[in-house]
Each structure stands twice: as C-alpha cells, then as structure tokens.
C-alpha cells in the first residue's frame, strides 16, 4: 500500500475533486469565489499545474466557464500555472536532475552513454519530445511529467515559460469553454 503512496494521493485527489463537483460544494465555491476574478483563475491557474491539486483546478475552470471571460481568465490563469512551471523546472533542473545523474551514470557503460547522446540528437527526438511535453502541459494531466520532459532535454528557461504559458492557457481554455457550453 505504501509502495505506491503517490498514485494512491493523485487518485483521492480525482476522487476528492469528483465528489466536490457531484454534491454542489464545488459549484457554490466557484460561485463564491468567482467575484474575486482574476484573484481565482491566477491561483486555480497555479493548482492546475500541481498533480494533487490539478483535478480540483480543472473542475474550477470548468465551473467558472459559465460566469467568466473564457479568453481573459484562460490568460490570467495560465500565468499562474506558468509561475508554477517554472518553480518546477528550476527545481528539477537544479536539484533533482544533478542528483539523477549522480545516481544513474556512473552506472551506465561507455557505449550506452553514447546511445543516449546519438538519441538525443536525431532529430526526430529534438521535435518530438518537446511536442509531447507541451502536449502533456496543456492537458488536465498534471504537469510534472511535461516540464520534466522540457528539463531533460536542456530546453532554454525563457522558451519553456512562453510554452508553458501558452500550452497552459489553451488547456484552460478548453475546460472554461466546456464549461460554458454544458452549464
């Protein structure tokens, strides 16, 4: 049971956000904290990036489709799960990642380090991976996988956080314009 701690949280926290949306709680919190606007698609925005707190994020979104600005909250809220981006990724890049190569290379052989260096040149791999990482952003998925995917391959800060905007606020848009549409 312990061994998978954290799918067992990722999957109380879909369980958790389900039951909110179901029994009306969510609804009436959107509501009450939609007149604070901007206030609440920034940090929903900033939830929406986070793996336990994503499902509760994106049934706000989807809530606050009937009463917001699809277009103004989707930006707003996609700055704020950008912010969130980027903690992540500097996190990642700096700390997590040094002590993975730490652990993982020294027990890797000449010839396969060098297969990882030809794979991670083909080009193939270059357009692929950030592709599948912005994919990965945009989605209600949490985002830990997509920015890890960005820090691995040594993507450039400033064009990560413009990709993690972007991605992020087309997602949001997506589940504030269902959201209008169904309620």
């Not at 939609?34 to 499902?55: D, E, H, K, Q």
């Not at 002590?99 to 890797?108: G, R, S």
């Not at 820090?151 to 606020?169: D, E, G, Q, T």
Request: proline letters at 4%; charged letters at 10%; hydrophobic letters at 55%.
């Amino acid at each position: 049971m312990y061994k998978y701690k954290n799918t067992l949280i990722l999957v109380v926290s879909f369980l958790v956000a389900l039951g909110l949306f179901f029994s009306g709680y969510l609804h009436a919190l959107t509501h009450l904290v939609g007149g604070y606007g901007y206030v609440t698609a920034f940090i929903s925005g900033m939830l929406f990036s986070i793996s336990v707190t994503a499902p509760i994020a994106s049934l706000i979104f989807f809530e606050l489709g009937d009463i917001a600005s699809p277009v103004v909250f989707a930006i707003v809220g996609g700055l704020g799960a950008m912010v969130s981006d980027v903690f992540l990724y500097r996190f990642l890049k700096t700390s997590l990642l040094e002590e993975w190569k730490l652990i993982v290379l020294p027990k890797l052989s000449f010839a396969q380090r060098q297969q990882m260096e030809l794979l991670t040149k083909r080009r193939i791999f270059i357009w692929t991976v950030p592709l599948l990482a912005s994919a990965l952003i945009a989605s209600p998925l949490p985002d830990e996988l997509g920015v890890a995917l960005f820090s691995v391959i040594n993507f450039h800060p400033k064009y990560f956080s413009l990709i993690s905007f972007l991605a992020n606020m087309i997602g949001i848009f997506a589940l504030l314009s269902a959201g209008g549409a169904v309620l």
